[in-house]
């Protein structure tokens, strides 16, 4: 029960007076751009933009216009994959280079090419 609260505690001071910053904002509505032209791609008529962006809770609120069910769609998987990507993915640490090095191999004798004799 100790840690439970210590663990709520903790969390409580880390969060206490968190609030969105100026970026948080640039991001977002540089996000509903990018996506409301991907969705032009298909829906050309499809139209998008920021309408409010809570400072507390993060919360974006989007209007659409001329939207059908298959744009809202795509611009619905845009915006999940871009905000993952963008909160999450890119602060992951880098995976190493699967491919091998390419170093000459020092144990071998140099011969002209021919067959060996």
């Known amino acids: 029960m100790l ?13 206490c007076g968190f609030s969105f910053t100026a970026d948080y904002e640039r991001d977002a509505r540089s996000d509903v751009d990018f ?20 400072q ?3 919360a974006i609120q989007i209007d659409r216009r001329n939207a059908t069910g298959p744009a809202n769609a ?7 994959s871009v905000r993952k990507w963008r909160l999450v993915e890119r602060y992951l640490p880098r995976t190493a280079d699967p491919t091998p090095p390419t170093s000459p191999v020092t144990d071998r004798v140099a011969s002209r090419g021919g067959p060996d004799r």
Request: charged residues 20%.
């Open 3 to 15: 840690r439970r609260l210590v663990l709520l505690g903790s969390a409580g001071l880390l969060l």
């Open 35 to 54: 996506c409301a032209g991907y969705t032009r791609r298909d829906v050309p008529s499809f139209e998008a933009s920021v309408v409010a962006i809570d």
């Open 56 to 58: 507390t809770s993060g």
């Open 74 to 80: 795509v611009f619905d998987r845009c915006m999940v």
